[in-house]
């Protein structure tokens, strides 16, 4: 869908309120249309559909908690640009890879429930890596165990494998491919 078949939505107090106080029918109204404009935005700056999901849902939930602790924008008008900032900003973490820290639920979580999702989606994204890794020719993944995993240093890593900086740029690059190319398809098949 594109950004000209969206209908522009207006938002009022009662909207907001609706949103605050966990209306159902609200919240999806709000997660589909933001839904589609955030798609359309990361799909210019992420290349991974799943780091855009990752994004969207992030900026969803902190939206909606942040929306709750203060009781809605002063200009319920605002609350598309409101969105847009909290996004940009998750973004911007993105790249500056805090991403790839644990996430550690809010303080203020009163039941387990949200811990216990958190949980399961993450041993579910690590048994999917897991999975994808071992079906990668041992180089590719002894390359991507060595850097991203064990965090060695470049030039160790060119040492081990008898190579030059250049072409473990090469190596790395064809190793993300082919993992990011069986981690989805192994999405797809499941």
């Known amino acids: 869908m594109t950004v000209s078949r969206v209908e522009r939505q207006t938002f009022d107090r009662k909207y907001v309120q ?9 919240e999806t109204n709000f ?25 969207k849902q992030e900026t969803f939930l902190r939206v909606l908690k942040l929306l709750r602790e203060r009781g809605g924008p002063d200009n319920p008008a ?13 973004l911007f973490e993105t790249y500056r890879g805090q991403a790839k820290a644990p996430v550690e639920l809010p303080e203020d979580v009163e039941s387990g429930e949200e811990d216990a999702i958190t949980t ?29 995993f064990e965090q060695r240093d470049k030039d160790e890593i060119c040492r081990s494998l ?3 900086r250049g072409y473990l740029r090469v190596l790395v690059h064809r190793a993300k491919i082919k993992f990011r190319d069986t981690l989805l398809k192994n999405r797809v098949t499941a």
Not at 18 to 26: E, F, S
Not at 31 to 55: C, G, H, N, Q, W
Not at 120 to 148: D, G, H
């Open 78 to 90: 605002s609350l598309g640009a409101y969105v847009n900032s909290v996004c940009n900003n998750i």
């Open 31 to 55: 997660a589909e249309y933001f839904d589609t404009l955030l798609t359309v935005k990361l799909r210019m700056r992420l290349r991974s559909r799943e780091l855009i999901e990752d994004v």
């Open 120 to 148: 399961l989606v993450s041993r579910e994204r690590t048994e999917q890596v897991r999975q994808a890794l071992s079906e990668l020719p041992a180089k590719e993944r002894e390359i991507l165990k060595q850097l991203f």
């Open 18 to 26: 609706r949103l605050i106080g966990g209306d159902l029918d609200t």
């Open 162 to 164: 008898r190579v030059d």
